[in-house]
């Protein structure tokens, strides 16, 4: 069976930081682009990182570019995000997504398998 699982949420204070990670197992992580979306109650489920299956491109919503990074090590079969200054507005159930090498994993569409989220709360 195909899982993603993440792991590294919580409860934290403006301005710090947090890790998220997401482990996957049960398919062949190389030949996935991941990403991860958030989601406030009450919401839509927005994209706010991607990665290209080699880890060569990412991309980033307007409202975390240049406080957040994704990366992925293809060997240990998990993606991260590194999430710095956070804002109360950055709180939301975080979901790692995983859509096939060559489609655009930011399109909720072309994702393949989802992750069942982690919470991410900032204080103000």
């Known amino acids: 069976q195909v899982q993603l699982v993440e792991s590294g949420g919580g409860l934290v204070q403006a301005g710090g930081s947090l890790r998220l990670s997401c482990a996957a197992s049960?398919?062949?992580?190389?030949?996935?682009?991941m990403g991860w979306f958030r989601q406030a109650p009450g919401n839509e489920r927005i994209v706010v990182a991607a990665?290209?299956?080699?880890?060569?491109?990412?991309r980033y919503a307007d409202s975390v570019k240049g406080r957040f990074t994704v990366s992925r090590d293809n060997d240990k079969h998990t993606v991260y995000l590194q999430m710095n200054s956070l804002k109360p507005e950055d709180t939301a159930a975080y979901y790692c997504?995983?859509?096939?090498?060559?489609?655009?994993?930011?399109?909720?569409?072309?994702?393949?398998?989802w992750g069942q989220g982690t919470q991410v709360t900032v204080s103000s």
């Open positions: 997504a995983a859509a096939y090498r060559g489609y655009d994993v930011s399109n909720p569409k072309r994702v393949a398998y």
């Open positions: 990665i290209s299956w080699s880890g060569d491109n990412t």
């Open positions: 049960g398919l062949t992580f190389s030949s996935y682009a």
